[in-house]
């Protein structure tokens, strides 16, 4: 199949099968690429004319960065054109009084931190795939990761956007101010919107110093309910910049792969990860007694704190680690969050109704409790087909999600709503404000080109 | 004239012409109060009931804080009905491990900070107006203030918020949530957008750990030019939580007026005021090197260093005291920014311009140059009647937006736009973004009702 003649004259254009399929799908499964072609635009005036191009034509448009995306925000089923901007992938510049790093859309998220780090300066947004994820699909799912208890998500470090809207505007929104009181906020509203209001094409970020010294601790916990005071206690008496919690299950999968060792002898069901920043280069003297205000209070069994940035990592590989380990047994995933202070009853109701209505299926529970963000896993039973297991995720999806909107939580927590959570929507936000936000999608995309059947049927 | 008797119905109604008088304006001059009457609801469905009521009757509504908005926001002059909130002034609960407190929308800021101290906590947003503005008002008018540089401006201490949209619904935005990836961002398009979408009845406000120890330091310039260079130096290397510049022209105006002396004995052209965080009690170990890197490297020509809290507080009097000093001699005000590595070539442009085209007038300019942010203080020539000196400054204002439209800056940094910069609008936001902001607004209020005439005509 050759390109419409029009689009290759905009920017190069492939339609070989390996990039049909390549750049057809995301991280995330069960969707089959089956775009019609990948466009590659090199400059903002290229981007406008596709969209322009897709306007007339009514061609759909599907932008790409790294595809790491989880939720299938980022695949092409149905014939659309796929926008990749991976030859967008320049460092425009770092301003140092504002402290502003622009960069185009395709730039690399970890391209950005070796950059920063290189001006002696830090970029916080950190996650897993930050090896490929690009900085407009940060953006555009408002990405999260082990540090947003400390430094807040993509949006914090956000303080310019250029987009192209679905009607062909170039709209450059808030240029890098701080202070801005001109009108309704558009630039949080492309954030988290997916690539469905407008292509994300630059993005003025922010970056800050890196922090001086960090300890890391692990602490057993009998009960989960023990967490949000330990958090509590730790929060309001250090610098705390990080708080994760996994399950004895996780650490047991995580121990079988990997050769690591206990973060202590005892066995606990529950373990909390906490990282301490500090200026000083020794903490113990304010750690060590809110570590035993912990202890005394009956909290926490058993812990270890890092004697080195060496120990800090091991500690921090425990809980990095779970995810890869868990991955033998096709876990069928969710990413969901409530208020940190109902995490420990989220969870207990979560537990205790899958040990009723799925008792064979293995929960796993971990995540990054201080922000009220929780992975749960579910391990595929050995002796069941795939498609079964699948089938039945989905009917306790539903189970999953009702419990989720009892606590007032999110259905998607960092991962975005894509094709996997649009249908449950609904369970985090109101009938009147998924009608609002297919009024706002009009309004930027007035023919529907720009990732249409994304995050909702508009 | 007696209100409405359906209205009667709904909540308390007042039609007294103190009250038409009081309620019926903010703190911005020039718009005469004509309100038709001022109502005061004390639950959500009461604020409901009113909406539906103003839609059935097309009443236009004026929704009513402190009434400390400079840009004529909170004004009523067409008979709209006015929405008082004051009686909906309870702080309704602090969750500790959120550390979220939960507040009716017409409680005053300043009872926010008095009992987040109270819970040994710390409510970072801090202004002029703190002792009347309400929180409903500070988020929509997305408030600043002298914190911004450190903590960010209103937007990043709501993390929920209820509002009543135009349309009668009442929506639940974000729920406290940390991490939410569910859709468009409707938080933060209500934040910032002066009560034109909806009425915001409850708001969950984050609170944080008070610092410690903080330390002040006003140092002299021979020129703005550098002031961007001891902004980047102080703030790379020390946690700055503030830097304020003023003019000596300010200062003169300051001591003239107040029992204080000056910082040092030379004078300069300008100052800037840098506040300092720190853990340890005494940091002068780490600030000397950094006040003598400045000092040596030409930027900054004398300088002092708060031994007490007392002396800061002196200090910041120096900075704080500079509007109510300004008053006598009637200052036309503007509240804009630019980035801040464009403040001192711009403050220079505007500063040559005026001394050309505006010769009789004295410009004084000070503010939060860590953000950006300038206020541009135009006095009134003795000799000139107010109403001519009025009219001229209107015609000036031209030549200010196209110098601030030049720089990419924001004709309103933290005021808002209200009646007083509608006209304004397109020097900071271009055509297709008005165009967008004119259809959300239909959006969220199809009729119109709600503050009409303020941000843009709809």
Redesign the interface.
Known sequence: VSPPKELAEICKVSTSADDLANYGKDWSMNYAANPSAIVFPETIEEVQKLVLWARKTKTSLVPSGGRTGLSGAATATSKEVVVSFEKMNKILGF??????LTVQAGVVTEAVHKYAEEL?QFFPVDFAAKGSSQIGGNVA??V?GVR??RYG?M??WVSGLTVV?G?G?I???N????????????K??F???EGT?GLVVEVDLKLT?APKNTTVLVLGMESLGSA??I??TF??KLNLSACEFFSEIALKKVLALHNLSRPFESETPFYLLLEVEH??DDISESLFPVFEECCEAGWVSDGVISQSATQAQSLWNLREFISESLSPESPYKNDI?????QVAAFSRELESTFKKDYSNFQVVLFG?IG???VHVNILKPNAMEKSEFIAICHEADKTLFAIVEKY??????????GLL?KEA?HF???A???E??K??KR??DPDGILNPGK??DA
Do not use: C, W
Not at 95 to 100: A, I, L, N, S
């Open positions: 301003e140092p009084v504002d402290r502003t002696g799912t408002n999260g947003v208890l998500s949006r914090s809207t009607a505007d709209l450059k929104l240029k890098d101010l701080v202070k801005n009181a001109t009108g309704y906020d558009l949080n509203l954030v988290g919107s209001l110093t949000p005071s958090f509590k929060r309001n200026q000083a969050s409530v208020k940190v202070s990054h922000d009220g963000n007032e939580g999110a259905v998607s927590a960092e991962h975005g709503v959570k929507l985090s936000r109101s009147p404000e998924i609002l936000m009024t706002i309004a930027f995050v909702f």
